[in-house]
């Protein structure tokens, strides 16, 4: 079993700075994919980044140049630099992790979530 659990959200305004926090228990952290997630009120959770446990990253493509994942497995944490924030990046946020090296970007694939953070840019 793992457990995630995510914090660093809130209030910001356009063109400003969030960094998100993930910290994981529970199997090898790894050797885990771990991704972050967001779902805007009335949409689907969609794929922002993710990165295996040396450290390659993917993102979508609405988030590239801006969002920055790194991961520490000393202390079995992922992190989620948000730059240049947009109001259209406002969302739930939602830390993942599947079983396997190799990113996915399809919510289905993984196995563990955590609670979500929400975060809010304004205009």
């Known amino acids: 079993q793992v457990q995630l659990v995510e914090s660093g959200g809130g209030l910001v305004q356009a063109g400003g700075s969030l960094k998100l926090s993930c910290a994981a228990s529970?199997?090898?952290?790894?050797?885990?994919?771990m991704a972050w997630f967001r779902q805007a009120s009335g949409n689907e959770r969609e794929f922002v980044g993710g990165a295996t446990g040396s450290g390659a990253t993917a993102y979508a493509d609405s988030v590239k140049g801006r969002f920055t994942i790194s991961r520490d497995n000393a202390k079995n944490t992922v992190y989620l630099q948000m730059n240049s924030l947009k109001p259209d990046d406002t969302a739930v946020y939602y830390c993942?992790?599947?079983?396997?090296?190799?990113?996915?970007?399809?919510?289905?694939?993984?196995?563990?979530w955590g609670q979500g953070t929400q975060v809010t840019v304004s205009s």
């Open positions: 993942a992790s599947r079983a396997y090296y190799y990113v996915a970007r399809d919510a289905a694939a993984y196995a563990y």
């Open positions: 529970g199997r090898s952290f790894r050797t885990s994919f």
